[in-house]
RNA sequence: GCGUCGGUGCCCGAGUGGUCCAAGGGGACGGCCUGCAAAGCCGUAAAGCCGCGGGUUCAAAUCCCGCCCGGCGCUCCA
């Protein structure tokens, strides 16, 4: 049985999916205005991981993740480099894609865009009006009614009554609202910003709007899973659920958030300018170290990540791919079929446990460990254990070793200077056999002697 | 202030009533293997008891109460 923890009911809950064996997630991406920075990382990682590990599980899983194209901080930037809101979400779209690329992030099934789904928010805001949860003020635009809707502050454990009391804790309040906790659905034009014609008058699409209107249009009125960083847990998604449930949907069967990075003890932020993009550590530093660290803490946990915590995730995965190395010089790459029951089991119950990822990771290096003692020992039981490893591995997109097929320009080079060396140990010869290693060293090559005869790497 | 999550070894980080459970990774030390390394395996040390103080229980890191400290949210945010 798997079970989510569910934010909206703060428990762990067992996970049924609407439709037998088929689960629909919707995760929020992000809004292109800026360097894609570790913390779309943590959560883009957050998405895949449970995606992954779905359709590992035999689901067929249909994943959308939306990209907002339009907002307040794309025409700010806009202005600010003089160029059209259109260019800078294309410039930060492109560079957001590359470093999942690089991430090695599976791609949605759909990635849809707000501005092509201005009409269905539009339908979407009648909807609203029409069922009286929303108001239109004249030259201002269209809001959100949240007394009339009962729900309103379940998501954040909130009664509406406290949130107004905290209301403009940090944001200026706005006069045009019959209430403060009330939000724009549509914001009549203003000069120099993009506009769309509606039943309103020209103007652009409000708050958490274009996720209701994805999220509906490409997985139906009710799916099975809503996800995204816990920062947007409020207001976003409240306030996305206020709109669905007022337009009369079922909306999301479960909220799953995972919880944010942080830099010297405070959230990594675009706001807060501490932020290290993606790219500048994925030009330090193995992808799927990233990976692997985000894997050993739990997905609701607030971490930290710097050089003190990649630099161990470094060494973690080099002692894999030496695994994966050694076991491929065995014989078995993983496309076997024999697997190691026990280890399957175990990871299965951790994954099942709320992505237990932590101790999902804990089983695959248990079972590193049996497999290097029985190809130590030659014991057949290697074949099963190796295959399990690099599967288990997988299911959580990490590749192993360069089973990518990555080719190197020196491999001849490299294999003809081992097959000196090799022949230099034969003849006793170890001052060369060693000065050959050393050459292999200065070329960045480490080598390494087993049973099976010698492999190297980078 | 209100809501929420958390404070575990040298570091990161699992574990949320009972094999005296403190997983796993990194680091340290010793042994085996190796011509020597590297890798691997085996073992050891390291948390005087898991923020502090009470309590519940036959039994708590794990439940309850209070306190201290920190993160996040309270309409930009993954």
């Known amino acids: 049985m798997i079970e989510f923890t569910d934010s909206l009911t703060r428990t762990k809950r067992p996970f049924e999916p609407i439709r037998d064996g088929e689960v629909s997630i919707y995760w929020c991406g992000p809004t292109v205005y800026d360097d894609p920075h570790l913390g779309h990382a943590r959560s883009a990682l957050g998405f895949d991981i449970l995606?992954?590990?779905?359709?590992?599980?035999?689901?067929?899983?249909?994943?959308?993740?939306?990209?907002?194209?339009?907002?307040?901080?794309?025409?700010?930037?806009?202005?600010?480099?003089?160029?059209?809101?259109?260019?800078?979400?294309?410039?930060?779209?492109?560079?957001?894609?590359?470093?999942?690329?690089?991430?090695?992030?599976?791609?949605?099934?759909?990635?849809?865009?707000?501005?092509?789904?201005?009409?269905?928010?539009?339908?979407?805001?009648?909807?609203?009006?029409?069922?009286n949860m929303a108001y239109v003020v004249e030259g201002s635009g269209v809001y959100f009614d949240v007394s009339a809707l009962d729900a309103y502050g379940a998501l954040v454990n909130r009664d509406p009554d406290e949130l107004r009391e905290s209301a403009g804790a940090r944001v200026a309040l706005d006069d045009d609202k019959a209430d403060p906790l009330d939000f724009a659905l549509w914001k009549a034009a203003k000069p120099d910003e993009p506009t769309w014609d509606s039943p309103w008058g020209p103007g652009r699409p409000g708050w958490h709007i274009e996720c209701v209107s994805m999220s509906v249009n490409l997985l139906g009125p009710h799916f099975d899973i809503h996800g995204g960083g816990d920062d947007l847990t409020f207001p976003h998604h409240e306030n996305e659920r206020a709109e669905a449930l007022g337009a009369g949907q079922p909306f999301a069967n479960y909220w799953i958030h995972n919880a944010m990075v942080q830099v010297e003890g405070e959230k990594m932020s675009k706001s807060l300018g501490n932020f290290t993009t993606l790219a500048e550590m994925l030009d330090a530093y193995d992808p799927r170290a990233f990976r692997l660290l985000?894997?050993?803490?739990?997905?609701?946990?607030?971490?930290?990540?710097?050089?003190?915590?990649?630099?161990?995730?470094?060494?973690?995965?080099?002692?894999?791919?030496?695994?994966?190395r050694r076991a491929r010089l065995a014989g078995f790459d993983g496309s076997g079929i024999a697997r190691h029951e026990p280890s399957v089991d175990a990871f299965r119950n951790a994954m099942d446990d709320d992505l237990s990822t932590p101790a999902a990771i804990a089983v695959i290096f248990d079972t590193v460990r049996l497999a290097n003692a029985a190809l130590d020992a030659d014991d057949p039981t290697a074949e099963a254990l190796c295959n399990t490893v690099i599967e288990l591995s997988a299911a959580l997109g990490l590749v192993l070793d360069g089973a990518d097929g990555a080719v190197d320009d020196d491999a001849d080079t490299i294999d003809d200077l081992i097959a000196q060396r090799s022949t230099a140990r034969e003849q006793r010869d170890f001052a060369g056999a060693d000065r050959i290693r050393d050459e292999l060293s200065a070329m960045g090559v480490t080598i390494e002697d087993g049973a099976m005869g010698t492999t190297w790497h980078r």
């Open 51 to 131: 995606t992954r590990y779905l359709r590992w599980r035999g689901f067929e899983v249909t994943l959308v993740r939306n990209v907002t194209d339009i907002d307040d901080n794309i025409i700010a930037r806009a202005a600010q480099r003089g160029l059209s809101e259109t260019e800078i979400s294309q410039i930060y779209e492109a560079a957001y894609l590359t470093e999942m690329d690089r991430l090695g992030i599976i791609s949605p099934d759909h990635s849809p865009h707000a501005t092509d789904y201005v009409d269905e928010m539009i339908k979407v805001i009648a909807t609203l009006l029409d069922r």
């Open 294 to 324: 985000v894997l050993q803490t739990h997905y609701r946990r607030t971490m930290e990540i710097n050089a003190s915590a990649l630099d161990p995730a470094v060494t973690a995965i080099e002692r894999l791919d030496t695994f994966a």
